[in-house]
């Protein structure tokens, strides 16, 4: 009979909160703004707007990781998250287009994303330390770059252990609105760090022609050991370089 007595008045009243305690039950007064004032009260405007923005912001995020999740899984960055959305509130910042509460990424600066770096464990150029020439070609579709031939020892730095390393492009076509993309990715063999010159490399990753998206390219490196017949990743995030070295938001 208590039990049921205590279900029945549990709630609020009055603006207070009715609990059920290991002591019975007890009384305590709301705290705290109602969510349904600050969704329709004009004098929380501002919050709803700024509430837009980390929204807008993360879903943005969200899209642009997902559509590197395979050429950045060997990263293990557990900051990339809060890194990337804290640039894309700063591009929301750019979109002059829509009013506040209602901008979007698509319409801000996205060349802001250049340079981004997808591994904030490594260092730019720590582990490659050789120039390269990226680009994006709408019309084609395709994202290229090209690396001048180089002689890994003094050039490339991997962790102990490893025997080869493995260039990576990676390119997207990012729709912010829905969060879907297309992708591609291309991997160079893997060349070992003891060699003399590699030659000129060129990496090509194939995006749909003419597409409408903005588009992106990544570019990286990994570390892997083989011995005999056996490949292993190096998973030591603080070697496995990659940043984004390509946008084409037009």
């Known amino acids: 009979m208590r039990k049921n007595l205590l279900k029945k008045i549990e709630g609020t009243i009055a603006g207070q909160t009715l609990i059920k305690s290991g002591d019975g039950v007890k009384a305590r007064r709301q705290r705290g703004i109602s969510a349904e004032r600050i969704q329709n009260d004009a004098a929380f405007q501002g919050t709803r707007e700024v509430n837009s923005n980390f929204t807008a912001a993360a879903k943005a995020g969200m899209a642009l990781r997902d559509s590197f999740n395979e050429a950045t899984s060997h990263l293990n960055d557990k900051k990339l998250s809060n890194r990337l959305n804290s640039l894309m509130r700063v591009i929301l910042k750019t979109d002059v287009t829509n009013a506040p509460g209602l901008r979007t990424v ?94 000129d490399i060129e990496l090509t990753a194939l995006l749909p022609a ?20 056996m490949t292993r990743v190096c998973r030591n995030g603080a070697f496995n370089e990659m940043a984004i070295v390509a946008v084409d938001a037009e």
């Not at 588009?215 to 570390?223: R, V």
């Open 106 to 199: 698509a319409s801000g600066d996205l060349s802001l994303l250049n340079g981004f770096q997808l591994n904030s464990r490594c260092k730019p150029g720590s582990s490659l330390r050789k120039d390269h020439v990226a680009t994006i070609d709408r019309v084609t579709g395709e994202a290229k770059v090209l690396i001048p031939s180089f002689e890994p020892l003094g050039n490339v730095y991997g962790p102990s252990g490893s025997t080869h390393f493995v260039l990576v492009l990676a390119a997207s076509a990012v729709d912010f609105e829905t969060g879907k993309s297309q992708k591609a990715l291309v991997k160079s063999q893997a060349f070992p760090i003891s060699m003399g010159q590699t030659g």
């Open 210 to 229: 003419d597409s409408e998206l903005p588009l992106f390219a990544a570019f990286g490196i990994y570390f892997v050991e083989i011995i005999g017949d």
